[in-house]
């Protein structure tokens, strides 16, 4: 059990290291001890293994500061990361509801009442259930690799193969959440995206990105 237990703080500290480069909260390493919950020193050595595998880069900033950005490796491993920690997590279903449940009521104010589901996943079955009791349609599913049906509904390999009239997405995609949402996003425009906030996905709301 101990070893699970390492494993899962070890998935936790390197996705909210990741998680801060990201969104450009790594100002300094006694920021990022504080926001971790650990020593300056382990934050520290945690930077010098990103940056050896090659998942961070850091340049000079202003003020004798350094700023760090994330490369495409480390994009991807932090994706492999939240797949691997929300395995581990207890709270995931709890969360996935509180986020879906808020979505689908926002949606519900803008006029959403059917929605297409991106990445067949655990997220995707929780999302079916919320959708059910705020009283939104799910109408079907998108995944290359998913058979069918979804709760009774069908599932096409791209949304290009959609048949079905939908108001909005969410994406459900847990392993690949920022290509999915990006690739959304550039279809149908950053209004008829939803994205759960336990994905990690920041989206920048210029140009309707996600990142």
């Known amino acids: ?49 990103c940056m050896k595998k090659g998942l961070v880069k850091v340049r000079q900033a202003p003020a004798r500061r350094f700023a760090y950005y994330l490369t495409p490796q480390g994009f991807a491993e932090k994706s492999r990361l939240t797949v691997e920690y929300l395995s581990y997590s207890f709270g995931f279903f709890r969360q996935a509801k509180t986020d879906c449940s808020d979505l689908f009521r926002i949606a519900k104010l803008r006029g959403v009442r059917a929605v297409l589901l991106i990445g067949q996943s655990d997220l995707a079955e929780v999302a079916a259930l919320c959708a059910m009791e705020q009283g939104i349609g799910i109408v079907g599913l998108v995944d290359r690799d998913g058979g069918g049906p979804f709760f009774g509904r069908p599932v096409f390999k791209t949304i290009d193969d959609v048949d079905v009239t939908f108001d909005a997405v969410l994406i459900t995609d847990v392993r690949n959440g920022r290509s999915s949402s990006e690739a959304a996003i550039a279809r149908l425009g950053l209004e008829r995206v939803f994205v759960p906030e336990l994905l990690r996905v920041r989206i920048r709301e210029q140009g309707g990105a996600a990142k």
């Not at 990201?22 to 930077?47: F, K, M, P, T």
């Open 1 to 49: 059990m101990r070893r699970v237990d390492d494993s899962a703080e070890t998935s936790r500290i390197m996705l909210g290291l990741l998680d801060a480069v990201e969104q450009d909260r790594a100002h300094s390493q006694r920021h990022l001890a504080s926001e971790l919950g650990i020593a300056l020193g382990l934050v520290n050595a945690y930077l010098k293994r």
